[in-house]
């Protein structure tokens, strides 16, 4: 049978979600802990990779197995044998034709933000610091620019081979209370640090150092500048992944 699990888990002491030969990745560990759990050598499919220090509230994994427990008790199971910063939130059984990465209709990030004078202990590992108060309105306006269908190869980190830069924002969501803001970024994909660049030019444009005008013009030109800056990995979190 073919199980989806719903996997949380806080990226700070892991080189990414995808398996690799040096460092500790998410990937690695959940599937340590589903063969553990059914003696069976597993391939598990995640929705997408999450950099290293990048978090996931919401990441979705699928493996098939002949492990004969119900499908819900897989969540417990695996838990008992999964480290404090990896942890199953739900896991039931779908069709064998799903298709965690692949069937994915939309993802959201969310990245986070909070105004201070200093890194605070409580908010260092999840959050990123700035040390100015943000135009929120000027914001969601530079966020409205940014929706739609466009050809994202200025929110490209360099070196990436991708050929299709062409991507769909659906929306992007700018939320503050007293001093913390989150940026929310759903769509149908996103680029290597795609989500880190946008977040970074709408800090830029509430900072009043990157005008509207000059963000369009950025997204018409198709190429990065230096005003385009990739965000710390720690503020970004995988928030959902939708089906339908």
Do not use: W
Request: glycine content about 8%; aromatic content about 10%; hydrophobic content about 35%.
């Amino acid at each position: 049978m073919r199980i989806l699990l719903t996997v949380s888990y806080d990226g700070t002491d892991f080189c990414g979600y995808q398996i690799q030969p040096n460092g500790r990745t998410v990937e690695e560990v959940l599937n340590t802990a589903i063969e553990k759990l059914t003696g069976e050598k597993v391939k598990s499919i995640a929705s997408g990779r999450t950099d290293s220090g990048v978090h996931a509230l919401c990441q979705k994994v699928h493996f098939d197995t002949n492990f004969s427990i119900p499908p819900e008790k897989f969540k417990n199971a695996l838990n008992s044998l999964l480290p404090p910063d990896v942890k199953v939130i739900s896991s039931k059984k779908v069709s064998a034709d799903f298709n965690a990465r692949y069937s994915a209709k939309k993802k959201t990030y969310r990245y986070s933000l909070y105004v201070g004078d200093f890194e605070e202990p409580l908010y260092q590992r999840y959050k990123t610091l700035i040390n100015f108060t943000p135009d929120i309105s000027l914001m969601k306006k530079a966020g409205a620019l940014i929706e739609g269908e466009h050809d994202f190869k200025c929110f490209l980190a360099s070196g990436s081979s991708v050929k299709d830069t062409v991507r769909t924002v659906y929306s992007i969501k700018v939320v503050k209370k007293g001093r913390f803001i989150d940026i929310f970024v759903t769509g149908n994909g996103f680029l290597y640090n795609m989500v880190r660049m946008i977040a970074g030019a709408l800090v830029k444009v509430g900072e009043g150092k990157l005008s509207l005008d000059g963000l369009n013009e950025i997204l018409l030109m198709g190429e990065r500048q230096n005003k385009i800056v990739t965000m710390p990995a720690k503020g970004l979190t995988l928030y959902n992944v939708n089906y339908k």
